[in-house]
């Protein structure tokens, strides 16, 4: 790593991160600020049974938010990348198109449409697919269907990046040996964009367990996320120990598995490097 | 002879481009038929109708008797040889040999023994552990030609296997590749823009040119008898004379008058009228060049020139010898090379001469052959 790129690294990452993890061992003065001494009492707090699900509900949320991403955008990178070149810039174009709406008019226009009286609900209701009573709004599916929404692109990009690299021949191959289609794109294409599909998956869980103006906006009471209770904590609660001690989790949830990748990529590129050293 | 496969007036167009035109032909049982011609020529579509990978705009592919013509390719009893191998990259070498008996769900044992024995067919029984980045050139076309025929297929198709192998390596492989012909017995169907490579392993040639068949038949037919001229141009080196019939002598003879070259006697069995219009197509290897005069004799023709160009190729020399104004190339074997014997040398006056069989006629039409 060069010496600038240190430099920034440091400056925006590094000390930042060490700063919350320091005010995660410091004790919450009673006056909002951040009390004297170290303490580990803070950490523990976290360990509550109220926390557990709320934390729970995080994963399991952010998982299901990365599946269903990933299930959507692997049909749609291998379409991408199989289209005509004039094609393929117009479905980028509409891919991309969704961006130029601020985030929060897009979120905003999502609870219009799930609205009781919006044109989804009325939609699904017409269908009797969902009972008039029915209410889709302030749960934890609402937070699901949005966070699917806004991170999909995440997901396309990548998996099209991945997918416009690989050689469609190998399908062929595949074809000619005795696969079917869905299992030419299974056994041949999945495995051939796997770095794609793992940039995806880290581009949409990262942003998913991190969320906070999703639930916050389409969620209600039972479908907060830690990203929420850091909001509150830190806005409204005035204790910065325990916003931080969640915040501190909340990285090492999602700086654990990447060490994990990177040490797991580094590894497999030695063992390659010693086969061809063999040889 | 059975029939393998047959292609029925198949035709098949790209936007505007017609890569074949009413192709008919059909390839015999256990043969080594190559599909042989220029870039754009309509062999690769060929092979890809055959393959399934295309289904043409008309006509009908019967294999063994069977019309396939709208089959999907995992259902057609036929695998490919791809030119870029196409190996997986994410699976061993065990494992790509594998794909298609796992595919095909069969039990465990049955896929390492048929693994174990295509291994040894292409002779790399150590390298099953190894992916496909792991293993040169060479290994992998053999592992591409493993794969595709561990299925058993009716039909091997090879679209350019060799192409990307330097010159050495596509000796021994064409080698290998005639060895394993004859070791599994079944139809191979080779694409290739490589004369020397279709020569050297095939028994009969299709000769595409523009989406159609020019000449089909063995090498040597194909070679010394040319039926057209893209086909005299296109096999082997070969230097063109226009001219028109001038008269019958003889039975089998004809005496043509070309330009610049005023009576030639050749072989006739074109049934040419006189005033036809032909070329004279010679090859460089039929010709025979000294700096003293041949004998003469009523079937030779004979001719004087100087030589422009001398190339020392070792086992023979090329040689471009201006006659009349127009360049004839010769090239002399040396099987007896005498060191003490003059050699020919650029701008030396030199005879050549051959012998009326060894030139033939073709005919020009008005629409013009290239």
Same mark, same amino acid.
């Given at each position: 790593m060069t010496l600038p790129s240190f430099g920034w690294l440091l400056l925006f990452f590094l000390i930042p991160s060490l700063i919350i993890f320091a005010y995660a061992l410091k004790p919450e003065d009673s006056f909002g600020g951040v009390g004297e001494g170290w303490t580990f009492d803070t950490i523990l707090s976290i360990f509550d049974t109220n926390y557990f699900m709320l934390i729970w509900r995080t994963l399991w949320l952010s998982c299901l938010t990365t599946l269903f991403c990933l299930v959507l955008a692997l049909p749609v990178g291998y379409q991408l990348a199989i289209s005509k070149p004039k094609w393929r810039r117009l479905l980028l174009i509409l891919l991309v198109i969704?961006?130029? @709406?601020s985030f929060l008019i897009r979120i905003f226009a999502w609870k219009t449409l799930l609205h009781p009286e919006g044109l989804f609900k009325k939609l699904l209701v017409a269908f009797h697919? !969902?009972?008039?009573? !029915? @209410?889709?709004?302030?749960?934890s599916a609402a937070v699901l269907l949005v966070m699917v929404y806004t991170y999909l692109p995440f997901a396309v990009f990548p998996i099209y990046a991945a997918a416009s690299k690989f050689n469609f021949q190998l399908i062929e191959a595949a074809l000619d040996l005795g696969a079917s289609r869905i299992e030419a794109f299974f056994k041949v294409f999945v495995p051939g964009i796997k770095k794609g599909i793992l940039t995806a998956m880290v581009m949409v869980f990262i942003p998913a367990i991190g969320a906070y103006v999703i639930p916050d906006l389409v969620g209600g009471s039972n479908s907060e996320m830690i990203g929420n209770k850091i909001a509150q904590r830190t806005?409204?609660?005035?204790n910065l120990p325990q916003a931080s001690a969640l915040s501190a989790f909340l990285g090492l949830v999602v700086l654990i598995p990447m060490a994990l990748v990177a040490l797991w990529t580094k590894r497999s590129k030695v063992i390659e490097a010693e086969a061809r050293n063999k040889e | 002879m059975a029939e393998s496969v047959v292609f029925e007036q198949v035709s098949k167009e790209f936007g505007q481009h017609?890569?074949?035109?009413?192709v008919s032909l059909s390839i015999h049982k256990g043969e080594f038929f190559s599909l042989l011609g220029? /870039?754009?020529?309509g062999k690769t579509t060929l092979l890809r109708l055959l393959a399934g990978f295309d289904t043409p705009d008309s006509g009908k592919i019967l294999l063994d008797g069977q019309d396939?013509?709208?089959?999907p390719p995992n259902r057609r009893p036929v695998n490919t040889v791809f030119q870029s191998y196409a190996?997986?990259?994410? $699976?061993t070498i065990y494992e790509n040999i594998a794909f298609g008996l796992r595919i095909a769900n069969r039990p465990e044992e049955q896929i390492q023994e048929e693994v174990e024995r295509m291994l040894q067919l292409i002779q790399m029984?150590? *390298?099953?552990?190894?992916?496909?980045?792991?293993? /040169?050139g060479g290994q992998k076309q053999r592992v591409a030609i493993a794969r595709a025929l561990i299925n058993k297929p009716q039909v091997l198709l090879l679209d350019e296997?060799?192409?990307?192998?330097d010159l050495k390596l596509r000796q021994k492989m064409l080698l290998d590749l005639d060895r394993i012909h004859d070791e599994v017995g079944i139809t191979f169907i080779f694409v290739t823009h490589d004369q020397t490579e279709a020569m050297a392993v095939s028994d009969r040639i299709a000769i595409l040119h523009k989406g159609e068949v020019e000449q089909i038949g063995p090498p040597v037919e194909i070679y010394e008898?040319?039926? /057209?001229t893209f086909v005299a141009d296109f096999i082997g080196d070969t230097t063109f004379l226009n001219g028109h019939v001038a008269e019958p002598i003889q039975k089998d003879y004809s005496k043509v008058q070309m330009e610049r070259f005023p009576g030639v006697m050749c072989f006739n069995d074109k049934a040419l009228q006189i005033g036809d219009p032909v070329h004279l197509s010679i090859r460089p290897e039929k010709i025979h060049i000294s700096g003293d005069p041949p004998p003469t004799h009523p079937l030779i023709n004979v001719f004087q020139g100087e030589v422009e160009d001398v190339i020392y190729k070792g086992d023979h020399t090329h040689f471009g010898v201006k006659v009349h104004g127009q360049k004839i190339s010769v090239t002399q074997q040396? /099987?007896? *090379? $005498? $060191?003490d014997e003059k050699p020919i040398r650029w701008n030396d006056k030199v005879w050549i001469w051959w012998h009326a069989d060894d030139g033939f006629i073709l005919e020009r039409n008005s629409k013009g052959d290239e």
């Amino acid at each position: 790593m060069t010496l600038p790129s240190f430099g920034w690294l440091l400056l925006f990452f590094l000390i930042p991160s060490l700063i919350i993890f320091a005010y995660a061992l410091k004790p919450e003065d009673s006056f909002g600020g951040v009390g004297e001494g170290w303490t580990f009492d803070t950490i523990l707090s976290i360990f509550d049974t109220n926390y557990f699900m709320l934390i729970w509900r995080t994963l399991w949320l952010s998982c299901l938010t990365t599946l269903f991403c990933l299930v959507l955008a692997l049909p749609v990178g291998y379409q991408l990348a199989i289209s005509k070149p004039k094609w393929r810039r117009l479905l980028l174009i509409l891919l991309v198109i969704p961006f130029w @709406t601020s985030f929060l008019i897009r979120i905003f226009a999502w609870k219009t449409l799930l609205h009781p009286e919006g044109l989804f609900k009325k939609l699904l209701v017409a269908f009797h697919l !969902a009972s008039p009573e !029915a @209410t889709l709004l302030y749960n934890s599916a609402a937070v699901l269907l949005v966070m699917v929404y806004t991170y999909l692109p995440f997901a396309v990009f990548p998996i099209y990046a991945a997918a416009s690299k690989f050689n469609f021949q190998l399908i062929e191959a595949a074809l000619d040996l005795g696969a079917s289609r869905i299992e030419a794109f299974f056994k041949v294409f999945v495995p051939g964009i796997k770095k794609g599909i793992l940039t995806a998956m880290v581009m949409v869980f990262i942003p998913a367990i991190g969320a906070y103006v999703i639930p916050d906006l389409v969620g209600g009471s039972n479908s907060e996320m830690i990203g929420n209770k850091i909001a509150q904590r830190t806005f409204n609660d005035r204790n910065l120990p325990q916003a931080s001690a969640l915040s501190a989790f909340l990285g090492l949830v999602v700086l654990i598995p990447m060490a994990l990748v990177a040490l797991w990529t580094k590894r497999s590129k030695v063992i390659e490097a010693e086969a061809r050293n063999k040889e | 002879m059975a029939e393998s496969v047959v292609f029925e007036q198949v035709s098949k167009e790209f936007g505007q481009h017609k890569a074949l035109k009413n192709v008919s032909l059909s390839i015999h049982k256990g043969e080594f038929f190559s599909l042989l011609g220029p /870039s754009g020529c309509g062999k690769t579509t060929l092979l890809r109708l055959l393959a399934g990978f295309d289904t043409p705009d008309s006509g009908k592919i019967l294999l063994d008797g069977q019309d396939i013509t709208h089959l999907p390719p995992n259902r057609r009893p036929v695998n490919t040889v791809f030119q870029s191998y196409a190996l997986f990259p994410h $699976l061993t070498i065990y494992e790509n040999i594998a794909f298609g008996l796992r595919i095909a769900n069969r039990p465990e044992e049955q896929i390492q023994e048929e693994v174990e024995r295509m291994l040894q067919l292409i002779q790399m029984t150590e *390298y099953t552990k190894r992916t496909p980045d792991q293993i /040169s050139g060479g290994q992998k076309q053999r592992v591409a030609i493993a794969r595709a025929l561990i299925n058993k297929p009716q039909v091997l198709l090879l679209d350019e296997p060799l192409a990307a192998l330097d010159l050495k390596l596509r000796q021994k492989m064409l080698l290998d590749l005639d060895r394993i012909h004859d070791e599994v017995g079944i139809t191979f169907i080779f694409v290739t823009h490589d004369q020397t490579e279709a020569m050297a392993v095939s028994d009969r040639i299709a000769i595409l040119h523009k989406g159609e068949v020019e000449q089909i038949g063995p090498p040597v037919e194909i070679y010394e008898a040319p039926k /057209s001229t893209f086909v005299a141009d296109f096999i082997g080196d070969t230097t063109f004379l226009n001219g028109h019939v001038a008269e019958p002598i003889q039975k089998d003879y004809s005496k043509v008058q070309m330009e610049r070259f005023p009576g030639v006697m050749c072989f006739n069995d074109k049934a040419l009228q006189i005033g036809d219009p032909v070329h004279l197509s010679i090859r460089p290897e039929k010709i025979h060049i000294s700096g003293d005069p041949p004998p003469t004799h009523p079937l030779i023709n004979v001719f004087q020139g100087e030589v422009e160009d001398v190339i020392y190729k070792g086992d023979h020399t090329h040689f471009g010898v201006k006659v009349h104004g127009q360049k004839i190339s010769v090239t002399q074997q040396h /099987s007896r *090379y $005498l $060191l003490d014997e003059k050699p020919i040398r650029w701008n030396d006056k030199v005879w050549i001469w051959w012998h009326a069989d060894d030139g033939f006629i073709l005919e020009r039409n008005s629409k013009g052959d290239e």
